[in-house]
């Protein structure tokens, strides 16, 4: 079992419609969690952080986690051309030495 | 430079050669990281140093992998007698300090062995 674990998509959304990104983290320690965006031939961006149980949003976008269920997601709302990029999930592990990524979900969103 | 800088871009190397990856990163960020990914694939953790030493070479896949940050700076990775299988996309990033996952990512050295 990976660590960190994605759906690899692609996922597919009308502009203007909520992306959903699902992530599922085995390591029960772990408690920061973190969301990075990488378009295609370039490196990772962080976009978000989540630290604690609920919901915390930025402008278009909102994280959620859930530790009992250790599961974190992303939403995207009014989804964009330009928000369609392979979206990294990724958690602190319980020595806090290293983030550990999922192998990404791939969104595409259509105009 | 504002970011995390990684020299070559791009290095061609045949089986059994030696490549050396550089890292530059930002000015400082006391935390470095070195990551590998492969394509289709989430990077792959390889060390991580805290300053001058390696407070975690776990990810290192064998002893062929080394890496070095001599005066808490700038890192080097070194892989010798390169494989075919050690083709991928190296990627450096640094934070503040550690305990922390806000990274912030250099644009690779895309390493090709023939």
């Known amino acids: 079992q990976k660590e960190v674990e994605q759906n690899s998509g692609p996922l597919s959304v009308p502009e203007g419609a909520i992306a959903s990104l699902n992530c599922t983290y085995s390591?029960?320690?772990?408690?920061?969690f973190f969301w990075y965006r990488q378009y295609s031939g370039k490196s990772p961006e962080l976009i978000m952080s989540?630290?604690?149980?609920g919901d915390k949003e930025d402008g278009r976008f909102t994280a959620q986690l859930n530790k009992a269920s250790q599961y974190v997601s992303l939403l995207i709302r009014d989804s964009q051309p330009s928000d369609s990029a392979t979206y990294l999930c990724?958690?602190?592990?319980?020595?806090?030495?290293?983030?550990?990524f999922g192998t990404g979900t791939r969104l595409l969103v259509s105009p | 430079g504002a970011g995390v800088s990684q020299t070559p871009s791009n290095k061609v190397t045949e089986k059994g050669k030696y490549v050396e990856l550089r890292c530059d990163p930002i000015?400082?960020?006391?935390?470095l990281y070195w990551y590998r990914q492969s394509l289709g694939q989430g990077p792959e953790f390889l060390i991580y140093?805290?300053?001058?030493?390696?407070?975690?070479d776990s990810g290192l896949p064998n002893d062929r992998f080394f890496a070095v940050r001599p005066e808490g700076s700038v890192s080097t990775l070194k892989i010798q007698r390169t494989e075919r299988g050690d083709s991928a996309v190296y990627l450096c990033?640094?934070?503040?300090?550690?305990?922390?996952?806000?990274?912030?990512f250099g644009e690779g050295s895309r390493l090709t062995v023939l």
């Open positions: 990033a640094s934070s503040r300090g550690s305990g922390t996952g806000e990274l912030f």
């Open positions: 390591d029960r320690g772990s408690q920061s």
């Open positions: 989540i630290y604690s149980n």
């Open positions: 990724a958690a602190l592990n319980t020595g806090f030495q290293k983030l550990v």
């Open positions: 000015s400082g960020h006391t935390a």
């Open positions: 140093f805290q300053g001058t030493g390696a407070a975690d």
